[in-house]
């Protein structure tokens, strides 16, 4: 029987064994998500609009969570990733404010200040 205890390895200057690695280092990648809680009453009456609203909705909540603000601007940049345009943007807003679940503050030029409201 042998005995895997070493007391040489206790002494001073003594080096130690080092662990052999397992596996290769974890690459991190930077991907995007969707940040909750959002309310499901929120989410099913924007689901209901028509045309591309739900996407915009989307959009406009992964910005919030971005800011950690529920009021944000909503770059037209931002919604290329989603494949929507500057009038589906529009239209979307639109439809969401009708639905009284943001409001939205429109400057000519700029791009539209969106508040977004829990129901």
């Not at 971005?66 to 345009?85: H, M, Y």
């Not at 589906?88 to 409001?103: D, P, T, W």
């Amino acid at each position: 029987m042998t005995d895997k205890f070493d007391p040489t390895t206790l002494a001073i200057g003594a080096q130690l064994p080092v662990p052999a690695r397992r596996g290769t280092a974890t690459v991190r990648t930077h991907n995007h998500f969707l940040k909750g809680p959002i309310s499901m009453p929120w989410l099913e009456n924007a689901a209901r609009l028509p045309g591309r609203a739900l996407h915009v909705a989307l959009a406009l909540r992964h910005q919030s969570a971005l800011k950690r603000s529920l009021t944000v601007t909503l770059p037209n940049r931002q919604l290329a990733e989603f494949g929507l345009d500057r009038d589906a943007k529009r239209r979307g807003l639109a439809a969401l404010e009708s639905a009284r679940l943001v409001i939205v503050e429109r400057n000519p030029g700029r791009n539209p200040i969106v508040t977004i409201l829990e129901i």
